[in-house]
């Protein structure tokens, strides 16, 4: 009997930073940085870098459920982002790098609000949690040099700043998850 894979569609600011966080967790096997939620259609970058297009830099998620669960996945991405800042992750300021679930089916929207129910009453931030729980639209991938970017790229500065410590935040909370480096 074969599990089918599913997909989890994620935004947690930058894509090269949420993609460096899940494609070390078994269970994911493919991960890919795009566009998602904005009305233009083929956006690039560029575009969704302005802010005008209402699309926000998200990462889709291939994963077998039978490995890791939705649930799983949404616990990593609540505890390696700030899922209380308001169209913003660190220095990046936007919509297009606001929090964001982008539900792939009645399940995963109920999953979704109730992880978020869970985290809130748990009190794990001192501010309430904004992370948009939404229906999936259209996904565009990002231009290929954003894809693997962090893995093709690690000194670089944004990069060398910023992933570290996310990465460091995931082997601490989230060891017995990680791919064999």
């Known amino acids: ?20 966080v899940f494609d070390r967790l078994k269970g994911v096997e493919a991960v890919a940085s795009g566009y998602m939620g904005g009305e233009t259609v083929n956006p690039t970058y560029e575009q969704v870098c302005t ?13 077998d459920p039978s490995m890791i669960g939705f649930g799983d996945l949404l616990d990593v991405f609540l505890t390696t982002h700030d899922p209380t800042t308001l169209n913003r992750q660190g ?13 792939h089916s009645s399940e995963q929207e109920r999953i979704a609000r109730e992880k978020i129910a869970e985290w809130t009453a748990a009190g794990y931030f001192p501010r309430p949690i904004v992370t948009e729980v939404t229906a999936a639209t259209t996904f565009y991938p990002a231009e290929g040099y954003h894809q693997n970017y962090y893995a093709e790229n690690p000194a670089q500065p944004y990069c060398n700043a ?20």
Request: glycine residues 8%.
């Open 162 to 181: 910023v992933i570290p410590p996310k990465l460091k935040k995931l082997r601490e909370k989230f060891a017995d998850r990680l791919k064999a480096e």
């Open 51 to 63: 802010g005008r297009t209402g699309h926000a830099e998200v990462i889709q998620v291939a994963f």
């Open 91 to 103: 220095n990046d300021v936007g919509t297009q790098y606001r929090s964001a679930i982008f539900y």
């Open 1 to 20: 009997m074969t599990t089918e894979r599913e997909i989890a569609t994620l935004a947690g600011g930058c894509f090269w930073c949420v993609e460096a």
